[in-house]
């Protein structure tokens, strides 16, 4: 019994110890498997625990350390000050006046010098009236080189081609080629900065006075100096019958400058300050003044011989297409200086003519009594005295 006794004891010990192992060994087993499961699954977070930090850590700003600095901002847009034209102003005033003074002188000069060289030639063909005969013509070509003959005789065709023009074709022949030589300065890449500059009409610019003069000389384009010019031969005769040469450039170089000055006062009003360029102002005073003192004349489009219309509906019509268009903004031209140009030449045509150079009579007085030989000053009995000289101014 006592064998028994122990021998079921050392069982129940044994199968007491044999279930506390396998329980013990049914929860090791579960907490390894969670063991390693962590290990495979802690790796993963350290790759990642930077970001894990930057989303757990607070920000700078937060935990009262400097943040970084704000993206910069664009600052607005400073405002553009309107220029101020009263220098231009004045510069068109003073201008225009020193065209017409200038104009009179001039033609003073011109009759004057026509005078002169008209009796040198009369006293010259008296003297050689019968001196010298055919027969020394003759002699006198045959001594001549061959070059010289050619060279003679291209200067005697050249001769009979100026003759032939008109009086106002030969005025402005000098206008054409002074353009035909600042659209070539425009071709010279050293001299760009200088041309626009000097040369392009912007009330921005720091230089406004001086371009106002020069842009009415200045063509970039081709297609655009050749348009202009032809307009300003075809009206050249007309213009110069009328007003006489000297008059003609005082009307076309103070029309340049009014029509620039327009287009100044328009770019300011609008805030539009772009540059321009061209003759296209004083060459419509030229066409307004033709126009509206000769309204019934013909006028035709080159390309189109057969369309004919009268010079007042030509007037009216491009002085509409040039309100319009500065009125709805059209970019393709300066319809402002366009405008200015053609109201100049109605303006001059009506009222100038006569408030201006009609009155010139006192300038020019006064230039005799100081290009007269042994001109003084004013008497003290009276007006300036002029002593000798030739005939007055008439």
Known sequence: ??????????????????????SRSSRLSPHNQQRCGFRREAKRPDTKKGNVTQETNPSPSEAGAPGPPPPPTLPPPPKVPRPKLFKPLMFTVGFTGCSFGAAAILQYESLKSRVQSAKEEEEAEKLLEGSQDMAYWHDWWNQLSGFQRQLILLMSMVDDFWSSLTE??????????????????????????????????????????LPMVLSSFSHYSIIHMVANMYV??????????????????????SAGVISTMVSYMCKTATGRLYPSLGASGAVMAVLAAVCAKVPEAKLGIIFLPMVTFTAGNALKALIAIDTAGLMLGWRLFDHAAHLGGALFGIWYVAYGHKLIWRKREPLVKLWHDMRSPGAGGSRPGGGPGVSGGGPGPQ
């Open 232 to 253: 300003l031969w075809t009206f050249s005769s007309g213009i110069v019958s009328l007003f006489g040469k000297e008059q003609f450039l005082a009307v076309y170089m």
């Open 1 to 22: 019994m006592a064998w028994r006794g122990c021998l079921m004891k050392w069982t129940k010990t044994e199968f007491i110890r044999t279930s506390n192992t396998a």
């Open 168 to 209: 106002g074709q030969r005025t402005v022949t000098g206008i054409i080629a002074a353009n035909a030589v600042v659209l070539c300065c425009w071709r010279i890449p050293s001299m760009q900065r200088g041309m626009i500059k000097y040369f392009t009409s912007n009330p921005a610019s720091k230089t406004r006075c």
